[in-house]
């Protein structure tokens, strides 16, 4: 059985490639991300854009970004597409656990430190920048936590490289007296500003609001940017001599085959018998 | 071969290895003369003299019901909890010793999370029952281990309907439309092949079950001293509160 963690047999002989062979290390693919979430009178608000890119391509123009830890607690996610997923996922699974064997609900800070004790066992290599939110029995949380392991608690969060676009919404926009109409709408602006003003984000806006024993997913809530203006309408038609014909060659590849009748053939062969 | 044999047990004990627990090299269960495996036997038995449990399977759910003896009226009833939910969809219930009824849970449990990682889908309950069997048989040829002493009734409702399955101490699962374990479980069986009905609706299926377990029942039955647990087609286990357990038993008793 496989041990987990990280393998560093191969360290010696990197450094070397490295150093004396002049080998070039692969780049690491980076994705971009604008993820929000806001604290409001009866819950939390989280958003996210949809676009995961690898480099300068667009690699999913509508991916999920919030992922579920538990039925209350939801995470969205910056960094490195595999590393967000999988940890959450992970720890959605630990959590189910545990509530299962305690019997009570779970806690949105035993997420918090499953997730955070996680990360920093690997100092920072699994690239997951998170912003963790939901609402349990001791009422609304919400934490950011970054991929070295450290941890936030704070009304309104914004991580990924549309933070910062997204941050000087937030900034402008919050109150600690919101409701849940005013928070949906500065969560939703924020991300809007964060696809508009980022390269590394785009696409659609996904909002998710947690309140007490309630979670509502807005899929896809405003997709006017995702919609391209000039866009050919496929397939492609051509109409038949726009190519010019210059030369005609014709050669015979399969020699014609005789189709006899199988039928009669197998009846005659089973008569012999 | 009988001297490799003890100088390795000497040899274990000296340098006092201490491997997963298990401090032996070989199985403590081994076969006796006519074929039979004694301490598998025995663990049957074991199973035999615990409380009574019971399954029945209906044509849009399963439940599980069992007797919840317990040896004074000091205990907190409310601590303990013998029906378990393995995952939202599956129901657990036994007969026989409690706390390898215990880790067997905390092992299943565990074991369903993983099958969830692996192919992102909610363990069928027939699979459930499976892994749990192996890890049953397990015990019986492992190294310094004695086998579980519980049998377990498994109920799920998943794509391929209501289930209920029976795990025994030998590792074997098979699939129940209506069983009893544990004391009282041969009258229990001939009083359930009685009214067992394959189209039978889960409400009839209950009161059957409590009805059933009323029969071998010693001394005054009410919502404390049993634990009633139902799936229906909404694939959500539930464990019934002391209140709706004491509606159906005032309706037998009418």
Redesign the interface.
């Known amino acids: 059985m496989q041990k987990g963690g990280f393998n560093f047999d191969l360290y010696q002989r990197n450094v070397e490639l490295i150093e004396k062979n002049n080998y070039k290390v692969p780049k690491t693919t980076k994705t971009g991300t604008t993820i929000v979430g806001v604290v409001f009178s009866d819950g939390v608000v989280l958003g996210a854009d949809t676009r995961a890119t690898s480099g300068p391509i667009v690699a999913d123009p509508n991916c999920e970004k919030i992922h579920k830890i538990s039925d209350y607690i939801w995470c969205a996610g910056a960094g490195t597409a595999a590393d967000t997923e999988n940890t959450t996922g992970m720890i959605s699974l630990q959590l189910e656990l545990l509530s299962l064997s305690t019997g009570r609900s779970p806690r949105v800070r035993t997420a918090l430190t499953l997730l955070k004790n996680f990360l920093f066992r690997y100092h920072g290599y699994i690239s997951a920048a998170l912003v963790l939110g939901g609402v349990d029995f001791t009422g609304p949380h919400l934490h950011m936590i970054h991929p070295h392991g450290s941890t936030s608690t704070l009304p309104y969060i914004s991580m990924g490289s549309g933070s910062l676009a997204a941050m000087a919404v937030l900034e402008t926009g919050y109150n600690s007296k919101m409701g849940e109409e005013d928070a949906k709408s500065l969560v939703h602006q924020a991300i809007l500003s964060g696809i508009l003003n980022d390269l590394g984000s785009g696409g659609n806006v996904d909002l998710c609001v947690i309140k007490h024993k309630s979670m509502e997913f807005f899929r896809n809530v405003d997709t006017t940017n995702s919609k391209r203006k000039f866009r050919k309408k496929l397939p492609y038609m051509f109409k038949s001599g726009s190519t010019k014909i210059l030369e005609k060659e014709i050669e015979e590849k399969m020699r014609k085959m005789e189709i006899v009748n199988e039928k009669e053939s197998q009846i005659e062969e089973l008569e012999e018998l | 071969m009988l001297n490799e044999f003890s100088n390795n047990t000497i040899s274990l004990f000296l340098q006092k290895k201490k491997k997963k627990g298990s401090f032996f090299n070989f199985s403590l269960t081994t076969f006796s003369p006519n074929g039979k495996l004694l301490q598998i036997e025995h663990a049957l038995k074991a199973v035999e003299s615990g409380a009574t449990s019971l399954g029945i399977k209906a044509s849009n759910g399963v439940v599980i019901v069992t007797e919840k003896k317990l040896p004074t009226t000091l205990i907190d009833e409310n601590s303990v ?1 013998k029906i ?4 939202d969809g599956i129901g657990v219930i036994y007969s026989g010793l409690g706390p390898d009824y215990r880790v067997l849970i ?1 092992k299943a ?2 074991k369903s ?1 993983q099958y ?2 692996q192919y992102n889908e909610i363990i069928p309950v027939n699979i459930i029952s499976r892994k749990v069997a192996g890890i049953m048989q397990e015990f019986t040829q492992s190294g310094g281990v004695r086998p579980f002493g519980v049998s377990l009734l498994v109920a799920g409702y998943d794509h391929n309907g209501p289930q209920l399955f029976q795990v025994d101490p030998s590792g074997s699962f098979w699939a129940w439309k209506a069983t009893a374990i544990g004391k009282n479980s041969s009258n229990s069986k001939k009083f359930l092949e009685k009214r067992y009905k394959p189209d039978m609706e889960i409400e009839d299926a209950i009161n059957t079950a409590i009805l059933t377990l009323k029969e071998g029942f010693e001394g005054e039955m009410d919502e404390f001293n049993i634990e009633v647990g139902v799936i229906t087609n909404d694939k959500k286990f539930r464990i019934l509160e002391p209140e709706e357990v004491k509606d159906y038993i005032s309706e037998l008793n009418l």
Request: aromatic share 10%; proline share 0%.
């Open positions: 909890k378990q939910k393995l995952n905390s449990r565990k999370q969830f990682k």
